[in-house]
């Protein structure tokens, strides 16, 4: 997942329609003077991009990683 901060104004739709609940307001500014979004727990993301679907700025890109699984 990549969110692209200096875009992100903190409107929080991402961190509440997130499923597995892995997005959080960061602590930090962008240059706008906007809180932004981070990602708090990359191996409980599921990859279900429902973030990026409801991001009003198109700031947030989902790539589904293929997971190793080890017999």
Do not use: H
């Not at 991402?14 to 706008?32: D, E, H, T, Y």
């Amino acid at each position: 997942m990549v969110i692209d901060e200096e875009r992100c104004k903190g409107c929080q739709l991402c961190v509440q329609f997130c499923p597995p609940k892995v997005l959080a307001m960061s602590p930090r500014l962008n240059s706008r003077g906007f809180y932004t979004v981070e990602l708090v727990d990359e191996a409980r993301c599921t990859s279900c991009a429902a973030c990026a679907l409801v991001c009003p700025d198109v700031v947030i890109t989902v790539f589904k990683l293929e997971r190793l699984r080890v017999f």
